[in-house]
C-alpha cells in the first residue's frame, strides 16, 4: 500500500521516471545495478534482507545512486548508520512521507542515469 502510494506520488513529478522496482533484498541490487537508477528509494526493512544492506552494496558501485531511506524504523541510531552507509536522506514514513517526493522535484532536470559501470 505504502509503495502504490509512493509510486503514485512519484509518477505526478514532471522529468521523473520510475524505472524498477523490487520487492527482496537480492532483485534490489540486481534491479539497481542493472538499470542504474539516479535515484533509489529503499525501506530498511526488506523481505531476503535489509534495505541497509542494500544501501551498503549499491554504495559500494561507483558511481552509486542517490539513496532516499523511507522507513518506520526512523530511530537515531537508524538514522545514523543509514547515513553512514551512504545515504543522502532518510525519513520517516509516518511523518516525512511526502519529503521524497520534494526531494525529487528539487533534484535539477533531467537527472541522468549512473554512468555505465566498467568491467
Known amino acids: 500500500m505504502v509503495r502504490d502510494r509512493l509510486l503514485a506520488m512519484i509518477s505526478e513529478l514532471p522529468n ?3 524505472v524498477g522496482q523490487a520487492d527482496v ?3 534490489a541490487i540486481h534491479s539497481i545495478r542493472r538499470l542504474r537508477p539516479a535515484v533509489v528509494v529503499l525501506d530498511i526493512s526488506m523481505p531476503g ?3 541497509m544492506y542494500v544501501l551498503e552494496t549499491v ?3 561507483r558511481p552509486g545512486p542517490m539513496v532516499i531511506m523511507l522507513t518506520n524504523f526512523a530511530h537515531e541510531p537508524y538514522r545514523q548508520k543509514c547515513l553512514q552507509l551512504g545515504a543522502d ?3 520517516d514514513k509516518s511523518t516525512e512521507f511526502e519529503r521524497v517526493t520534494q526531494v525529487l522535484r528539487d533534484l535539477p532536470a533531467p537527472v541522468e542515469p549512473c554512468p555505465a559501470r566498467q568491467p
Open 89 to 91: 536522506y532518510f525519513f
Open 59 to 61: 554504495k559500494k558501485d
Open 25 to 27: 533484498a537480492f532483485e
Open 16 to 18: 521523473v521516471e520510475v
Open 49 to 51: 534482507g535489509s534495505g
